[in-house]
């Protein structure tokens, strides 16, 4: 009886909800928002003019009744069908509940000591990210994104899209929890910090089913160590978010496989696999690469391995990628209606994209294998190594599990798409290859003797250990152009209340961030458009019609003229 009051007084509210959107003026609309937020005139100008125009305010209107309608429909519904829900959700319960004794079940086989050296390498990895987290300068992406996203608020990072640089889901999270960081950086490189210590234990668990207790700790220490992984785990940025969701989605279909083929019940890893691979979209709408690598190695898999149930396994994957493809769109639709198609499909990075294939396809599979060493000039390594384990995977393939051909084909099938497309990605995108990687280079170990292996895992941890210290001693020459930056901006004497224009992307990016950590007060300003400004930071490289008369050049390091105006 509780269960439908409940859903009466839902269907309700969201009933009224659907009305009350139309009570609502657009000035009205503004007025609470210039309460809310600080905008400064030209962001408030981009606002009124460009997003939150009249028409899209009407846009906003039906989308919302839409929405309130639909809800309200499916809460009073559910009314009618307390019993089954509650049968719904105590299988699904139940499911969960299997699920978390199935995972625990191997690393509680453990011994105390395995137990014990498990803990300490997810302790000394955690350690070692949070001096690398504090170590390292801020990036003008995990700037830009903290500055124009998160510290917004959860509106404005999940509806503003200028540009693919808002990885959405990461900046909701960092936008939900940063007010309770006193240091930014923390706020916005925790998320990272902990996406890799999930998959940490997920990637060991898998590891541990497979193989030794020493194998799999030796494969999860190589996985930490890829350059890109190590990266992206101290980053504000939503790579590792990416991947995070790239394995429990690949996995859950990998478990519909499996459980098909013994009669056992996929409703609990249907319902997964919608959630992660949605969450996946909503991080980085690039992870349509990996969806695509997703079902098209999940045929092929389902076509090679299994010769029954070849009908079932198929109907049971459409379902879940159909609904999948409608809470996406849904999800998107109102950055749609707010950004246009432009920004959402990033024509201008796809127009780059396409001459980036025609000019450097070479050169980006040379940058891709510097990518996983963090070395440069040191991808004939990576390709000799990785050539010779698909090799030997793929003469090998009836001996090959059926997990490793599932991540073997996602990467092929995924590099093919972009091929097709003639685009190039961000190499960065590719993140998430590092669990194929992994899995390439745990079946290789299958085909050499005890000794060779243990070689092989001593001499990779070894070489990607010594890549990570010379990584940190030459992150200083690397990043040079950020730490001058830095010790710049910290110097120089802003007070509150003055404005700055830079058309350098670093200062400019850094001022904005440190104005908003330290709450120095100061109107930073990106587009020219005030021209009154008390500080002028120039590009060297960038030529600008600026009357500098009245200004006096205080500095002039390597890549900028730093000018004050002159005091009267």
């Not at 093919?416 to 590719?430: F, G, S």
């Not at 490289?541 to 050049?553: E, F």
Request: with cysteine; proline share 2%.
């Amino acid at each position: 009886m509780l269960l439908k009051i409940i859903f009466l007084v839902l269907g309700l509210l969201f009933f009224a909800f659907s009305l009350a959107v139309w009570l609502i003026s657009y000035e009205n609309l503004l007025t609470w928002i210039a309460q809310s937020y600080s905008f400064d005139e030209a962001q408030w100008k981009k606002l009124t003019s460009q997003i939150l125009t009249p028409q899209n305010f009407v846009y906003i209107q039906v989308f919302s009744t839409f929405v309130g309608l639909i809800l309200a429909l499916i809460t009073f519904w559910l009314k009618t069908k307390t019993l089954q829900l509650q049968n719904f959700l105590e299988r699904l319960k139940q499911d969960f509940l299997l699920k978390v004794s199935d995972f625990c079940y191997p690393l509680q086989k453990m011994n105390k000591i395995q137990k014990i050296t498990i803990v300490i390498f997810l302790l000394i990895s955690t350690l070692y990210n949070s001096f690398l987290l504090t170590f390292k300068v801020i990036h003008i992406d995990e700037a830009f994104s903290y500055v124009h996203f998160a510290s917004k608020g959860l509106w404005v990072s999940a509806l503003y899209y200028p540009n693919p640089n808002n990885h959405i889901l990461l900046n909701i999270w960092v936008s939900l929890w940063e007010s309770f960081f006193e240091n930014k950086l923390w706020a916005i490189r925790l998320s990272s910090m902990i996406c890799l210590l999930f998959l940490q234990i997920l990637l060991f668990r898998f590891f541990l089913q497979r193989n030794s207790f020493q194998v799999a700790l030796a494969l999860i220490i190589v996985f930490t160590l890829l350059s890109p992984v190590q990266a992206y785990s101290v980053s504000g940025r939503g790579y590792l978010l990416l991947t995070l969701w790239v394995w429990l989605s690949g996995n859950t279909l990998l478990q519909i496989l499996e459980k098909i083929q013994k009669n056992e019940r996929v409703f609990f890893e249907k319902i997964t696999f919608v959630l992660m691979s949605v969450a996946g979209f909503y991080t980085i709408p690039l992870f349509l690469y990996y969806f695509v690598g997703f079902l098209l190695s999940f045929v092929v898999v389902a076509l090679l391995q299994f010769n029954e149930n070849k009908k079932l396994i198929f109907r049971n994957i459409v379902i879940p990628t159909s609904i999948t493809t409608l809470i996406v769109l849904f999800l998107y639709l109102p950055i749609f209606l707010l950004n246009g198609s432009e920004n959402l499909l990033a024509i201008s990075w796809q127009n780059e994209a396409s001459k980036q294939f025609r000019e450097f396809f070479g050169n980006y599979w040379q940058d891709f294998g510097d990518f996983w060493l963090g070395v440069e000039h040191s991808y004939p390594i990576f390709w000799l190594l990785l050539l010779m384990g698909l090799l030997i995977s793929l003469k090998n393939l009836p001996q090959t599990s059926f997990q490793t051909k599932f991540w073997i084909f996602l990467m092929i099938f995924a590099f093919t798409l972009m091929i097709l497309q003639q685009k190039l990605l961000p190499v960065r995108t590719w993140v998430a290859m590092a669990i194929p990687i992994v899995l390439i280079f745990e079946n290789l170990l299958k085909y050499i003797s005890k000794f060779w292996q243990n070689i092989s895992l001593v001499f990779t941890i070894l070489l990607l250990s010594l890549s990570q210290i010379y990584q940190v001693y030459a992150y200083e020459n690397v990043h040079f152009a950020y730490k001058d930056c830095l010790q710049k901006i910290m110097a120089l004497p802003f007070r509150a209340g003055e404005k700055i224009f830079s058309n350098d992307l670093i200062y400019q990016n850094l001022i904005a961030f440190y104005n908003l950590q330290k709450k120095w007060g100061l109107q930073v300003d990106y587009s020219y458009k005030n021209k009154n400004y008390d500080w002028v930071i120039l590009d060297k490289t960038l030529s600008l019609d600026l009357d500098l008369k009245n200004y006096d050049k205080v500095q002039e390091t390597t890549w900028v003229y730093i000018f004050q105006i002159r005091q009267k």
